[in-house]
């Protein structure tokens, strides 16, 4: 199952399909005993968007039996043990993909010629994603990070590794001699190696990065880098060869520091934006200004949630879920509006925001 959506990642799932591409959402529990109904739930929605390939005349017989294959296989590689809060099936013809979503999502079947990517988008943005490089003299390890772990990204050339006869890093380190590994020109070399490393993939995907290392190692890279000199560092040898529970305890807490400071950030903002009648707030005024393109800052509490139904196009209204023509998921859309009109888009804890109904902007003009 897939967890990490990165810019090119996402381009590639917006590109049109042949018809049909079938977008299958279900939420999912990360616990019992909710988790129970997660398998039965699963099995109903995926046998729904059968039936709606079957019933379905704009879709070739060889299509369908194509696209109703890929769901099959799909299925076998969800682990519904290591679920999140919603889950999505993407398949067409030759292809399909399983995306864990750490953020919930409404059931739904749609087939059209492209992917419904919107939940996907706004549950990236929910986790607030970040990367961890960790160092030492021989090993430089790239960790993805999201709102309550790490996992090991490789890719980009990660992890990096380098051998040297007679060198062992590990007895360095007991023995207290690392200040001097990290002088050594070769080891300044890998260093410069892994910023660069970084450093591209940063061009490609923007993250806060956090550095762990030996306090050596983070002074060499400091002298040898350039993008890694703007990083949080975090004193914290071993892992380079440690595992994503011991880079989680070591980063967690300044992640969630961070979190705070931005959250405090975010509500001075909007109390500006008020002052300067730049300040929107609720789901139908929000709408309408992200179509606009107004929305600079877009600030949504983490789980807020709204079905409303869309009034001949100028208003939303609240609905009830299932209503026809009702649109469960009008915060995502939101979400990935602004995030395709340039919009900062933060998400901050539930009560944040007051009065104002768990959304709320700063307008451009």
């Given at each position: ?35 129970a ?99 030492s ?36 380190e ?22 660069t ?30 993008v ?36 405090d950030?975010v ?13 929107a ?10 179509r ?74």
């Open positions: 199952m897939e967890h990490a959506l990165s810019p090119a990642t996402l381009s590639e799932l917006r590109r049109p399909r042949a018809y049909p591409a079938v977008s299958v959402l279900t939420p999912t529990h990360r616990r019992e005993p909710e988790n109904q997660d398998p039965v739930r699963l099995r109903n929605v995926v046998a729904e968007a059968k039936k709606q390939l079957e019933t379905d005349p704009a879709v070739p017989r060889e299509r369908r039996i194509d696209v109703a294959r890929q769901l099959d296989q799909a299925l076998t590689e969800i682990d519904l043990a290591h679920t999140e809060d919603g889950l999505v099936i993407f398949a067409a013809p030759g292809e399909h993909q399983v995306w864990s979503l750490a953020r919930p999502v409404p059931e739904r079947v749609v087939l059209s010629d492209t992917f419904l990517t919107r939940n996907l988008v706004s549950a990236q943005a929910s986790e607030r994603p970040f990367w961890v490089l960790s160092v003299a021989d090993r430089a390890t790239l960790w993805n990070g999201g709102v309550d772990r790490v996992t090991e990204h490789r890719g980009g050339g990660f992890p990096l590794t380098r051998t040297r006869q007679n060198f062992d890093a590990e007895r360095l007991r023995i207290g001699d690392m200040p001097s590994t990290f002088r050594d020109e070769d080891t300044r070399h890998f260093l410069r190696d892994a910023d490393a970084v450093a591209k993939l940063l061009r490609e995907e923007p993250r806060p990065l956090y550095i762990t290392g030996e306090t050596a190692a983070l002074s060499a890279l400091d002298d040898v880098g350039s890694t000199k703007d990083a949080v560092h975090v004193p914290h040898g071993g892992l380079a060869h440690g595992t994503p529970d011991a880079v989680w305890q070591a980063v967690g807490p300044l992640v969630a520091a961070e979190a705070r400071k931005s959250t950030a509500t001075r903002e909007l109390e500006s934006a008020r002052g300067r009648r730049a300040f707030a609720g789901v139908d005024e929000i709408w309408q200004s992200a606009e393109g107004r929305v600079r800052l877009l600030a949504v509490e983490e789980n807020y949630r709204v079905t409303v139904r869309d009034e001949g196009g100028d208003h939303l209204v609240p609905a009830e879920s299932g209503d026809l023509d009702a649109r469960e998921d009008i915060v995502d859309e939101i979400v990935e509006q602004c995030l395709e009109t340039g919009a900062d888009v933060r998400f901050v804890p539930d009560g944040t925001l007051g009065g104002v109904d768990g959304i709320a902007g700063v307008l451009r003009y």
